[in-house]
């Protein structure tokens, strides 16, 4: 049986639970409202302050789909009570970040800034690490995949750059570099 989806989910108070027809399981709570499908042969059962999945059978699909619907279900219940960010760090000179209004506006390196204006649900916010050129950037929502997502493509508006280490990564991402050209004697 599948560990991870025999774990009962923890509801948080002020957060509610609810199942509809084909399992469309919609989860309301202080930061706001996400709803989620989940596989319609899985039973879920709702207990005083804790959610468990229940598969009608040991079939494969039953068990693939055991513990993603566990996950999806507690990342929800986490996403309205606390919420989830993704924090970058902008490495290189004269590489900055800023908000303005609600866009965030990039300058890495290209003739022109880059824009990115956020989805429904998403926050941005700069700020810059002390005695250092390191920009932050945090990208915070409810939905942990958009904030996912979100901070993917802001990294990939300029990849890290092997020889220099230049360019958007994820904090805490190690950049292993390479060695440039050698001269021979």
């Known amino acids: 049986m599948s560990r991870i989806g025999r774990k009962p989910i923890p509801v948080p108070g002020g957060v509610t639970v609810d199942v509809g027809e084909n399992n469309l399981v919609a989860v309301k709570g202080p930061k706001g409202e996400l709803k989620q499908p989940i596989y319609p042969e899985l039973k879920i059962v709702a207990e005083e302050g804790t959610l468990s999945?229940?598969?009608p059978s040991e079939r494969r699909e039953h068990r693939s789909q055991h513990g993603l619907a566990r996950t999806l279900i507690s990342n929800m219940v986490l996403g309205v009570s606390e919420g989830f960010n993704r924090q970058l760090e902008v490495h290189g000179v004269g590489y900055r970040a800023a908000v303005e209004g609600k866009d965030l506006v990039l300058n890495v390196g290209y003739s022109h800034p880059v824009r990115m204006s956020p989805?429904?649900?998403i926050t941005f916010e700069v700020g810059q690490e002390d005695r250092s050129r390191i920009g932050r950037i945090t990208v915070s929502g409810i939905d942990k995949q958009r904030v996912g997502q979100i901070a993917a493509d802001?990294?990939?508006v300029r990849k890290?750059?092997?020889?220099?280490?230049k360019g958007i990564r994820y904090a805490g991402e190690v950049i292993k570099l390479r060695q440039?050209?050698?001269?021979?004697a």
Do not use: L
């Open 53 to 55: 999945i229940e598969r």
């Open 119 to 121: 989805p429904e649900g």
């Open 154 to 156: 802001i990294r990939k």
């Open 180 to 184: 440039g050209k050698r001269a021979t």
């Open 160 to 165: 890290p750059d092997p020889y220099k280490g």
